[in-house]
């Protein structure tokens, strides 16, 4: 669970917030509920290679198809092992721009000897909480309550910012060219969407500061991401991304078909996302699809695919290795998790010590709400 300071922390610098909003006549109404948002079914905000039409992916090797890896040793290099959560829910509104909460936590694990533990660092903080509001729509009260948050002990995170700070405020329109005030849905998803990012950005700084550590410096030891490598450093030449959502495949016309038919245990040649080639020429990463298992029963056929990112240049020889350790950690199955087929059992560990962290913060949360309840008019205060 959260440190039980940290928790007690947050929510007083808040209510200290809402104590000067209720003085200055700033109305805040309750939320309906401390519903998680990441739970509900919203219509995902565009992810980054969501942002522009699919075209076919670049092909590093030709022609593009199925490849056989090799069979595995039961060896692999992947030694260390990174992963975040996040836990999203609205806890009122001023007018119609929701008032969000979050906690986020990230974590690396090092297995040693099949033994796992966790990598202290310094910075960035494990645990980073946050409240979300659509400040740059304009609308005064908004602003009002920035300020008071910002006047209880809250920090801003400037665009390139690692977290440094453990309470921040954030701003969920910051990036939006054109703000509607009254699109009431539309700001608690671009909310969620922020604290994504936010989650990306602590995992992105626990990633740039395990490449300094001196025992990472003096080994040949690997280090597997859950989800993409973010921002990687140019220096940071181990370090895989493992995509278990292939959801949206970035293959287009016959090569879907040989996707879907791609055989457990094998890799499809390599390729670079379209996507990643239109954002930026120059920052882009090797990808490829690897089959886990076969397709499940109930599931359909991209059910046990998963997408590795590693390095640009990765070469045709060392992509193959890097599937041969990511099929020797099949085992163990990564149960009773229903991504199991395309998620490797340390990957699955890390998320398992992180939740309780996430998910004991909903105290917190229901605590804010029952005090927006009780300053509403409707008990009498103003």
């Not at 509900?40 to 056989?68: A, C, I, M, V, Y």
Request: charged share 30%; aromatic share 6%; glycine share 8%.
């Amino acid at each position: 669970m959260l440190s039980g300071s940290i928790s007690r922390d947050f929510a007083e610098k808040i209510g200290d917030a809402l104590a000067g909003a209720r003085r200055k006549g700033i109305h805040i109404t309750a939320g309906a509920g401390s519903c998680d948002m990441e739970a509900q079914q919203f219509s995902d905000l565009p992810t980054e290679e969501d942002q522009t039409p699919q075209g076919r992916p670049h092909h590093l090797e030709t022609p593009p198809g199925p490849r056989d890896p090799g069979s595995h040793d039961g060896t692999s290099r992947l030694c260390y092992f990174l992963d975040g959560v996040q836990s999203t829910r609205e806890i009122g509104r001023i007018e119609m721009s929701p008032v969000v909460v979050a906690t986020v936590a990230a974590a690396i694990v090092n297995r040693d000897d099949r033994r796992f533990s966790r990598v202290k660092m310094e910075s960035p903080p494990a645990v980073v909480q946050a409240v979300i509001l659509p400040r740059s729509a304009g609308e005064s009260g908004v602003e009002a309550f920035w300020e008071l948050l910002l006047e209880a002990g809250f920090s801003e995170l400037s665009p390139d910012e690692v977290p440094s700070s453990e309470h921040l405020v954030l701003d969920s329109v910051e990036y939006i060219d054109e703000q509607d005030p009254s699109d009431y849905v539309g700001m608690r998803e671009r909310a969620r969407g922020r604290v994504r990012s936010l989650r990306e950005r602590l995992e992105g700084g626990m990633l740039g500061m395990w490449e300094l550590d001196d025992r990472v410096l003096d080994s040949d030891d690997w280090i597997a991401v859950d989800g993409q490598l973010q921002d990687l450093p140019e220096s940071n030449r181990r370090a895989v991304g493992l995509i278990k959502n292939v959801a949206r495949p970035e293959f287009v016309g016959r090569d879907v078909g040989m996707l879907l038919d791609l055989e457990p245990g094998m890799r499809t040649t390599s390729f670079v996302p379209d996507w990643q080639l239109r954002r930026s020429p120059g920052d882009h990463r090797t990808s490829w699809y690897l089959r886990m298992w076969p397709p499940q029963q109930g599931a359909d056929a991209l059910g046990s695919l998963m997408r590795v990112e590693a390095p640009r240049d990765t070469e045709p020889d060392q992509i193959d290795e890097i599937s041969r350790w990511i099929l020797a950690e099949r085992a163990p199955l990564a149960k009773p998790d229903p991504r199991w087929p395309a998620m490797i059992y340390p990957i699955h560990y890390v998320e398992k010590i992180l939740k309780p962290l996430v998910q004991g913060s909903a105290r917190t949360y229901a605590r804010l709400e029952r005090q927006l309840a009780e300053d509403s008019p409707a008990n009498g205060r103003n």
